[in-house]
């Protein structure tokens, strides 16, 4: 079983995450609203994925992905970034120093998220293999 957490504000984003990953022998998913509660729920818990919303309320999506990070080992629990709208070269860049393994863009749907949980499942090893991984996925993609 993959132990998901959901940081997302989007109630539509977080509905389509929660279908997608609604396997619940496969997948166990928890989904908060904010950084804060985020921050609280990996001290209770071990999560192999954590998806962030870059637009989050009061502790903005980077700043949620550093304060995790600096609360988890850069060999566990790689980063996935919901995005309303595209990302700047500069952001991409500052999120992917956190150990991010991919960007959902729109339109996002649900064979992209079951791919990407997916491809994260079998194959993250460190954010020292993210770039490889990465380019590996988008080759998959086509």
């Known amino acids: 079983m993959i132990n998901i957490l959901?940081?997302?504000n989007n109630q539509k984003t977080a509905s389509l995450i929660y279908s997608a990953l609604s396997d619940q022998s496969?997948?166990?998913?928890?989904?908060?609203?904010?950084?804060?509660?985020?921050?609280?729920?990996?001290?209770?818990k071990k999560f192999e994925l954590i998806i962030i919303d870059r637009d989050l309320n009061f502790l903005s999506g980077i700043k949620t992905a550093k304060s995790l990070?600096?609360?988890?080992?850069?060999?566990?629990s790689p980063f996935?970034?919901?995005c309303g709208n595209k990302l700047t070269e500069p952001e991409a860049d500052e999120f992917i120093k956190t150990g991010v393994f991919d960007f959902w863009e729109p339109p996002l749907n649900i064979q992209r998220i079951?791919?990407?949980?997916?491809?994260?499942?079998?194959?993250?090893?460190?954010?020292k293999d993210n770039l490889k991984n990465y380019s590996e996925y988008l080759d998959r993609l086509g």
């Open 69 to 76: 990070r600096k609360r988890l080992s850069f060999n566990i």
């Open 26 to 44: 496969r997948y166990h998913l928890a989904v908060v609203e904010s950084g804060y509660t985020a921050i609280e729920a990996i001290g209770l």
């Open 6 to 8: 959901a940081v997302e």
């Open 114 to 127: 079951k791919l990407t949980v997916d491809s994260i499942a079998e194959g993250w090893r460190s954010p």
């Open 80 to 82: 996935v970034v919901t």
